[in-house]
């Protein structure tokens, strides 16, 4: 068992790290960063669709299959109008994020008036993530849209892989606390036991 939760936190750990790694590259590198995941992303929609497109054409008489074509088309058109009009999708993950920021920032507000911990790790994230997608929606139709919105996923990425970090050695010395405590306490039933045993004897 103490193998599978250090290797999941080993994981975990890995996973932050590489977080961390892409968010500074996107920060680095914004223009080449935006037009790389743009083009992919794109390439992978077209994709999607293309593929469902096919499936309905495969087996036309189900009606999963005419939902999946529908979604097939909606799949191209967003990855063509990705392709053609990247900039919409700057507002689009800023009101993402504002939504994401609102939900840690309730989330933090209702562990802070249950007296619960790390109510402050969730009210500093959503805070951040708020103002970050905030800055993308005012920033949506200007010039450093491309540059905001690579340096709104570069930021929020290394916020983000640290937040994990902390969250996940927060949880360790809390189970390390957790753990002595559970250690003192058989031990003081230890001893109590024994008390007793030899309070028998003695009596004896």
Request: charged share 15%.
């Amino acid at each position: 068992m103490k193998d599978i939760f250090a290797e999941e936190r080993t994981k975990a750990i890995l996973m932050a790290v590489v977080m961390i790694v892409f968010g500074s590259l996107f920060i680095a590198l914004p223009e080449a960063s935006y037009n790389v995941i743009i083009t992919v992303l794109a390439w992978i929609l077209i994709a999607i669709g293309i593929y469902f497109v096919v499936s309905y054409f495969l087996v036309p008489s189900l009606l999963l299959n005419s939902i999946e074509f529908i979604n097939g088309v909606l799949f191209i058109l967003l990855g063509v109008l990705l392709l053609r009009k990247p900039e919409i999708y700057v507002a689009l993950i800023g009101f993402v994020g504002i939504t994401i920021g609102l939900q840690y920032v309730g989330t933090g507000l209702n562990k802070q008036r249950a007296h619960a911990e790390g109510w402050w790790q969730d009210l500093v994230y959503g805070t951040v993530e708020f103002a970050l997608g905030l800055v993308l929606v005012i920033l949506n139709y200007t010039e450093v849209a491309k540059n905001a919105i690579m340096i709104y996923l570069g930021a929020s990425l290394i916020f983000y892989g640290l937040f994990v970090i902390v969250s996940i050695f927060t949880f360790r010395k809390k189970v390390k606390a957790v753990k002595k405590a559970i250690n003192e306490a058989v031990n003081q039933s230890a001893y109590v036991q024994d008390a007793k045993v030899i309070d028998t004897k003695d009596n004896k």
